[in-house]
């Protein structure tokens, strides 16, 4: 097997190691993509999927932080199906959680015309902060 | 195997060859609906299933005619409501169903399953706004197109295709009026 795939990502062809996944291969054509659970430097595990890109053919939308590049494959990162995915786990989250904290996603919701008011009925998630190590204290409710 | 369930005479599980329709499977062999009442909707596969009407009661039970006819099957449950039951109050379960189930792993189904609770909660007391469908509907096919897992997945399914055959439940109210469950 090839060391190498080639796949095109929003129309732009690109060549790109093997097995690396889509949000990588997205990075090196200077497509950003929105991550909120992802970080650099741990194991991702495609959980607020907010990533969502929308590969043809596929059923569902694919988390591109763990989904691999495979030879051939057609990824769209900005379609409608992914724009009201993003738009609405965004105004989902905003009305679950104190996002007072977090200027990235502040930012997307923003990029995504996010209109989080649309779901007053919303229960606000606040759990009490737990301090229970000298390291570091964990407060769900942001 | 199906089983029938629900405003039945005789709910039970039925051993049928596929290709029967779902008009003998109900009439011929479970006795129609329940003191003789007029079915108003029935729900094929379950809580991820989808709601259909008189209109598919010829509809083949097969695997093939059934997604030809766009409906689901799952593991071969159907269940029948008469006309005196009130739809709100079947989503309102559904709805409550999959808030509890959801695992809480993903985004979209551990918020997308509450909020639709919540929306659902608010339209059984009446209370209707005009945003409520676009809501649910962003929901739903959020939770359909990026859930983890085919929970979330089919966790709107009912709700969506409750929604294109009964969109009157879903009419904004001037106020907080109470609506008759008297539907047709």
Known sequence: ?142 | MFCLSGDVTRPGLYEVRFGFTFRHLLYDLAGGVRAGKRMKAALFGGAAGAFTTEADLDVRLSFEDLRAAGLPLGSGVITVFDENRDMRDVLLRLTRFFNEESCGKCFPCQMGTRRQYEIMQRVMDGIVYAGDAASLKDVGWTMTDSSLCGLGQTAASALLSAMRLWPEIFEPQADAIQISPDRK
Not at chain 1, 35 to 62: D, K, M, P, Q, S
Request: aromatic share 4%; proline share 4%; glycine share 4%.
């Open chain 1, 1 to 142: 097997m090839s060391q190498h795939v080639t796949l095109t990502i929003d129309d732009q062809k690109a060549t790109v190691p093997a097995g690396i996944t889509i949000l990588k291969a997205a990075q090196q054509l200077g497509i950003s993509i929105p991550t909120i659970c992802y970080h650099n430097y741990c194991t991702a595990n495609a959980l607020c999927r907010i990533c969502v890109v929308e590969i043809e053919g596929g059923r569902v939308l694919a988390a591109s932080c763990i989904a691999q590049v495979s030879e051939g494959m057609a990824v769209k990162t900005r379609t409608q199906r992914v724009t009201t995915a993003r738009r609405t786990i965004l105004e989902m989250l905003a009305t679950t959680v104190d996002l007072s904290e977090s200027p990235e996603i502040l930012g997307y919701l923003q990029d995504y015309q996010a209109k989080p008011s649309r779901f007053c009925d919303a229960e606000r998630r606040e759990p009490d902060v737990i301090d229970d190590n000298p390291m570091y204290i964990r407060d769900y409710s942001k």
